[in-house]
């Protein structure tokens, strides 16, 4: 009897068990459903589903050109997907996605069956697009030994209640707008952008089958890091869809027959096209943001709201600009090092790598830290491996800080911006020559002396005040005697007759630059009226009031520079180049629409205008500009004006066309660096090639033929006339004979109302 009972209590115990595991399983399941393991998001907070969106930055042909994110994401919609995508995703991650609701019960149990209780990991996982969706939106937790099956469980029942929310296609196109793909990627557009350099809606059958086998596994299935492991990858997919009558057997080897080939688009924030230029729209993002708001009153973020900027910029131009700035940047930099060799000033022990030393944030935070200079000496003079920057590529050298420092102090820059001239919109922008390794922005933070550049405002303000084109000014040099002796001297060239007794028409004058005439233009016209038609043209910074100011002793911006010239070309009004259109928010609502200041009166007639385009259009026919005419061979329709600073500090070109204005600069970021040479450092040997390497690329694009066949607008024949004069005149016998050599006077001194070293031109 005894034994009946042990039996018979032994079986109730048996039949217990596996009601105190579902008691024990009902029990676990409730407690996460009622969220003791943490919140679970409801219907409402799911109907409302929001993720960070990375801004997209486009130019002006709503090409993307970059993105500012914390996580690379950005969505479309579901017509967007070509259908071999989504057939794709549905024979490789859920077969039977159209069939459940969420959770696939069979999978759950084949699971079960094979990969926990036989340990067949080939067997495959059991979730489906709908919980992979929940873990993509909500993440994973970690809760210890518990963890996978607490968010097993949690993304089970996420699931129910999307699939109680969403429809299938609704489902698809979140699942693809949120899943994480190779590089920290998320979502198939940004997928499709980086890896192909194309929208979704264009990926071919082999692309798309491409990123969704990387899904898989988007480390090991890299398609830029493995690229033959993700072509098999590939192929299995296609083989999924063949399986589930996606595809036929000839659609699926023809697919298979395909070379994986990628065109990698990577939007970092040194790298890539436009990285000055992009820096810079995140400054002004931050300007513009700050006065919108939201519906509930909060602010935008640029790095989560999934911003659309629209740009003024034309990527293909800033590709072939960036382009001749290389080739360029890379031919004189090395000219410039062979020209000093070991003497070179950063090599040297002395005032500039010292001073530069003691500015490093390296010696500022050795010598907070309480260490002498001997110790800070000791410490910078450690020698590490490093990764610098090469024209050839990047290298790895063992310096120390000081040797990185003299490798870096020898290094030219550059900055150039293009414009279109009668609305201000910036087409073409680079800061420097490298980002990553230079951050300083010359087009919009640098001023740097502008050199001969000014001499057209100067001879603006003459032409402007009266003065006859024809008008004779002696090139014998000058001293200034209420200047502290102050002498501008003219570039000396073996080969030209003497300027003692040369006199020159503005016109040569100016596409010759002279410097002693551009003085006397100045000391005629006045500083004072100069620097007010400096102020017509948009100039606003603080103008030196000295006679070296027509030689360009002004520091001003690469930008302001534009804005000036583009007066000449746009009926004499100046304008302020700007950088974005407009503005919407990820649902395509208007934000922020660019509004051009209003119609400004021009700076100066249209008389001057043209006065001062034939002088420069001289300047690149035969003056100092000639070499685009005789060396690159351009045939456009081009105005300029070349530059260079004393002791050959700074090299500007500024190249005028009818529908673009380009302006170049290129020295050490070093003011006290400069070139060895003005034949070398010159701006019509170091800013102007890049100038004359943009405009080659683009004559041999039809596309960008609205700027190179343009053609000037032809000045009327009474102002022709005025321009036509000899060049140059000599003294006479007698004057050559007896007259002084060089003259000294105070700068402002007048005679009989005019100087005495003006001449005008036989009536």
Same mark, same amino acid.
């Given at each position: +009897?005894?034994?009946?009972?042990?039996?018979?209590?032994?079986?109730?115990?048996?039949?217990?068990?596996?009601?105190?595991?579902?008691?024990?399983?009902?029990?676990?399941?409730?407690?996460?459903?009622?969220?003791?393991?943490?919140?679970?998001?409801?219907?409402?907070?799911?109907?409302?589903?929001?993720?960070?969106?990375?801004?997209?930055?486009?130019?002006?042909?709503?090409?993307?050109?970059?993105?500012?994110?914390?996580?690379?994401?950005?969505?479309?919609?579901?017509?967007?997907?070509?259908?071999?995508?989504?057939?794709?995703?549905?024979?490789?991650?859920?077969?039977?996605?159209?069939?459940?609701?969420?959770?696939? @019960?069979?999978?759950?149990?084949?699971?079960?069956?094979?990969?926990?209780?036989?340990?067949?990991?080939?067997?495959?996982?059991?979730?489906?697009?709908?919980?992979?969706?929940?873990? @993509?939106?909500?993440?994973?937790?970690?809760?210890?030994?518990?963890?996978?099956?607490?968010? =097993?469980?949690?993304?089970?029942?996420?699931?129910?209640?999307?699939?109680?929310?969403?429809?299938?296609?609704?489902?698809? %196109?979140?699942?693809?707008?949120?899943?994480?793909?190779? #590089?920290?990627?998320?979502?198939?557009?940004?997928?499709?952008?980086?890896?192909?350099?194309?929208?979704?809606?264009?990926?071919?059958?082999?692309?798309?089958?491409?990123?969704?086998?990387?899904?898989?596994?988007?480390?090991?299935?890299?398609?830029?890091?493995?690229?033959?492991?993700?072509?098999?990858?590939?192929?299995?997919?296609?083989?999924?869809?063949?399986?589930?009558?996606?595809?036929?057997?000839?659609?699926?080897?023809?697919?298979? @027959?395909?070379?994986?080939?990628?065109?990698?688009?990577?939007?970092?924030?040194?790298?890539?096209?436009?990285?000055?230029?992009?820096?810079?729209?995140?400054?002004?993002?931050?300007?513009?943001?700050?006065?919108? =708001?939201?519906?509930?009153?909060?602010?935008?973020?640029?790095?989560?709201?999934?911003?659309?900027?629209?740009?003024?910029?034309?990527?293909?131009?800033?590709?072939?600009?960036?382009?001749?700035?290389?080739?360029?940047?890379?031919?004189?930099?090395?000219?410039?090092?062979?020209?000093?060799?070991?003497?070179?000033?950063?090599?040297?022990?002395?005032?500039?790598?010292?001073?530069?030393?003691?500015?490093?944030?390296?010696?500022?935070?050795?010598?907070?830290?309480?260490?002498?200079?001997?110790?800070?000496?000791?410490?910078?003079?450690?020698?590490?491996?490093?990764?610098?920057?090469?024209?050839?590529?990047?290298?790895?050298?063992?310096?120390?800080?000081?040797?990185?420092?003299?490798?870096?102090?020898?290094?030219?820059?550059?900055?150039?911006?293009?414009?279109?001239?009668? %609305?201000?919109?910036?087409?073409?922008?680079?800061?420097?020559?490298?980002?990553?390794?230079?951050?300083? #922005?010359?087009?919009?933070?640098?001023?740097?002396?502008?050199?001969?550049?000014?001499?057209?405002?100067?001879?603006?303000?003459?032409?402007?005040?009266?003065?006859?084109?024809?008008?004779?000014?002696?090139?014998?040099?000058?001293?200034?005697?209420?200047?502290?002796?102050?002498?501008?001297?003219?570039?000396?060239?073996?080969?030209?007759?003497?300027?003692?007794?040369?006199?020159?028409?503005?016109?040569?004058?100016?596409?010759?630059?002279?410097?002693?005439?551009?003085?006397?233009?100045?000391?005629?016209?006045?500083?004072?009226?100069?620097?007010?038609?400096?102020?017509?043209?948009?100039?606003?910074?603080?103008?030196?009031?000295?006679?070296?100011?027509?030689?360009?002793?002004?520091?001003?911006?690469?930008?302001?520079?534009?804005?000036?010239?583009?007066?000449?070309?746009?009926?004499?009004?100046?304008?302020?180049?700007?950088?974005?259109?407009?503005?919407? #928010?990820?649902?395509?609502?208007?934000?922020?629409?660019?509004?051009?200041?209003?119609?400004?009166?021009?700076?100066?007639? #249209?008389?001057?205008?043209?006065?001062?385009?034939?002088? +420069?259009?001289?300047?690149?026919?035969?003056?100092?500009?000639?070499?685009?005419?005789?060396?690159?061979?351009?045939?456009?329709?081009?105005?300029?004006?070349?530059?260079?600073?004393?002791?050959?500090?700074?090299?500007?070109?500024?190249?005028?066309?009818?529908?673009?204005?380009?302006?170049?600069?290129?020295?050490?970021?070093?003011?006290?660096?400069?070139?060895?040479?003005?034949?070398?450092?010159?701006?019509?040997?170091?800013?102007?090639?890049?100038?004359?390497?943009?405009?080659?690329?683009?004559?041999?694009?039809?596309?960008?033929?609205?700027?190179?066949?343009?053609?000037?607008? =032809?000045?009327?024949?009474?102002?022709?006339?005025?321009?036509?004069?000899?060049?140059?005149?000599?003294?006479?016998?007698?004057?050559?004979?007896?007259?002084?050599?060089?003259?000294?006077?105070?700068?402002?001194?007048?005679?009989?109302?005019?100087?005495?070293?003006?001449?005008?031109?036989?009536?």
């Amino acid at each position: +009897m005894l034994k009946r009972i042990n039996v018979s209590g032994r079986i109730k115990i048996i039949l217990l068990i596996p009601v105190l595991i579902l008691l024990c399983g009902l029990i676990f399941y409730l407690s996460i459903y009622f969220g003791a393991w943490g919140s679970i998001p409801g219907t409402d907070e799911l109907k409302e589903l929001k993720q960070a969106q990375s801004t997209q930055l486009l130019d002006k042909d709503e090409k993307l050109i970059g993105k500012y994110y914390i996580f690379d994401r950005q969505p479309v919609k579901f017509e967007d997907f070509p259908r071999y995508l989504i057939n794709a995703l549905i024979a490789t991650e859920d077969a039977r996605f159209y069939e459940h609701k969420g959770v696939d @019960n069979r999978s759950i149990a084949r699971v079960f069956l094979k990969t926990i209780l036989l340990g067949d990991k080939s067997s495959g996982g059991g979730s489906t697009i709908t919980t992979q969706l929940a873990k @993509n939106l909500f993440g994973r937790n970690n809760y210890g030994v518990f963890s996978i099956l607490v968010n =097993k469980v949690k993304e089970a029942i996420i699931a129910k209640r999307l699939e109680e929310i969403y429809s299938k296609e609704e489902i698809i %196109t979140l699942y693809l707008n949120t899943v994480p793909f190779s #590089d920290n990627t998320y979502g198939i557009e940004s997928a499709s952008q980086k890896f192909f350099s194309k929208h979704v809606s264009n990926l071919t059958l082999a692309e798309a089958a491409t990123l969704i086998g990387t899904l898989k596994a988007s480390h090991s299935y890299n398609p830029r890091l493995f690229p033959e492991r993700s072509q098999l990858r590939r192929d299995v997919v296609i083989k999924q869809m063949v399986k589930y009558d996606y595809l036929s057997e000839e659609e699926a080897n023809e697919c298979i @027959n395909e070379k994986l080939e990628i065109n990698y688009q990577f939007f970092n924030h040194d790298d890539g096209l436009a990285p000055y230029f992009r820096e810079h729209i995140k400054q002004e993002l931050k300007i513009i943001l700050k006065e919108l =708001k939201k519906e509930d009153g909060s602010e935008y973020d640029i790095y989560k709201d999934g911003l659309k900027v629209f740009t003024t910029l034309d990527s293909k131009l800033q590709e072939y600009a960036e382009e001749a700035m290389k080739e360029n940047m890379l031919k004189l930099q090395a000219e410039f090092e062979k020209s000093y060799g070991k003497n070179a000033p950063w090599l040297k022990k002395g005032n500039i790598t010292s001073d530069v030393l003691k500015k490093s944030l390296k010696y500022q935070q050795l010598k907070a830290a309480g260490l002498s200079d001997k110790e800070i000496k000791d410490s910078l003079s450690k020698k590490v491996e490093m990764e610098v920057f090469s024209w050839n590529g990047n290298l790895m050298k063992n310096l120390s800080p000081v040797d990185s420092l003299k490798y870096y102090l020898k290094f030219l820059n550059t900055g150039l911006i293009s414009i279109e001239p009668q %609305t201000g919109a910036v087409r073409a922008y680079i800061g420097g020559i490298n980002y990553k390794n230079f951050k300083y #922005d010359h087009v919009s933070q640098s001023k740097r002396q502008v050199g001969s550049t000014f001499k057209p405002i100067v001879y603006t303000a003459a032409i402007e005040n009266g003065m006859d084109p024809c008008t004779y000014f002696s090139a014998r040099e000058i001293t200034y005697t209420d200047m502290e002796n102050w002498t501008p001297e003219n570039a000396t060239n073996e080969d030209e007759e003497s300027d003692e007794h040369i006199n020159y028409s503005l016109k040569y004058a100016l596409s010759n630059s002279v410097n002693t005439v551009a003085v006397k233009v100045l000391d005629h016209v006045g500083i004072d009226s100069v620097i007010a038609q400096a102020k017509r043209m948009g100039i606003t910074d603080e103008l030196p009031q000295v006679p070296s100011l027509a030689l360009g002793v002004a520091e001003i911006q690469l930008k302001d520079i534009a804005g000036a010239y583009a007066s000449y070309v746009n009926s004499g009004k100046p304008v302020k180049p700007y950088y974005i259109e407009k503005i919407e #928010d990820k649902n395509g609502n208007v934000l922020f629409n660019f509004e051009p200041e209003a119609e400004k009166k021009p700076a100066f007639s #249209d008389k001057t205008r043209f006065v001062m385009l034939e002088m +420069m259009k001289a300047t690149v026919d035969s003056g100092t500009a000639k070499r685009l005419r005789k060396f690159y061979k351009l045939p456009n329709d081009i105005a300029g004006k070349t530059g260079t600073t004393q002791n050959n500090k700074d090299g500007w070109f500024v190249g005028l066309t009818p529908k673009l204005v380009t302006v170049t600069w290129v020295g050490n970021d070093d003011h006290r660096i400069g070139f060895k040479t003005t034949a070398m450092g010159q701006g019509a040997n170091t800013a102007l090639p890049i100038f004359a390497s943009l405009y080659q690329k683009i004559n041999a694009h039809e596309e960008f033929n609205y700027i190179t066949a343009a053609r000037f607008e =032809k000045a009327d024949n009474n102002i022709l006339e005025s321009l036509q004069c000899e060049s140059i005149k000599r003294d006479g016998f007698f004057k050559r004979l007896f007259g002084k050599k060089k003259k000294e006077k105070e700068f402002g001194e007048k005679k009989k109302g005019i100087f005495s070293f003006l001449k005008k031109k036989d009536k």
